[in-house]
């Protein structure tokens, strides 16, 4: 089972980057993937939802109305398209993996560092 991350960067205040999560190990559909985020000395925030038949997206307020989550489940993969970032957005982005079943398994992957810097 593996969740991977890429897309991570150095970007400006106001650009743009799109992480993606890439998944194999386990039934992809069967999940809600999020994004939770962790800044530099602080604890974990959640970022963002997508469940398994998207039909359905939750965002924290922080990021609502700059940050769109996506999934294409022929492809295993969730994506975070991040516009007009902000210096507060810097973090570690990871990626994690719920079970919509019960019981809840739960996977994680191991993280893209996003630094938002001018």
């Known amino acids: 089972v593996q969740l991977v991350e890429s897309g991570g960067g150095l970007v400006q205040p106001g650009g743009s980057l799109r992480l993606s999560c890439a998944a194999s190990?386990?039934?992809?559909?069967?999940?809600?993937i999020g994004w939770v985020r962790q800044a530099p000395g602080k604890g974990l925030e959640w970022v963002s939802d997508?469940?398994?038949?998207?039909?359905?997206?939750n965002y924290a307020d922080s990021v609502k109305g700059r940050f769109t989550i996506s999934r294409d489940n022929a492809k295993n993969t969730v994506y975070l398209q991040m516009n007009s970032l902000k210096p507060e957005d810097t973090a570690v982005y990871y990626c994690?993996?719920?079970?919509?079943?019960?019981?809840?398994?739960?996977?994680w992957g191991q993280g893209t560092q996003v630094t938002v810097s001018s």
């Open positions: 190990g386990f039934t992809f559909s069967n999940y809600y």
């Open positions: 997508i469940n398994g038949d998207v039909t359905r997206t």
């Open positions: 994690k993996g719920v079970r919509e079943l019960a019981p809840a398994i739960v996977y």
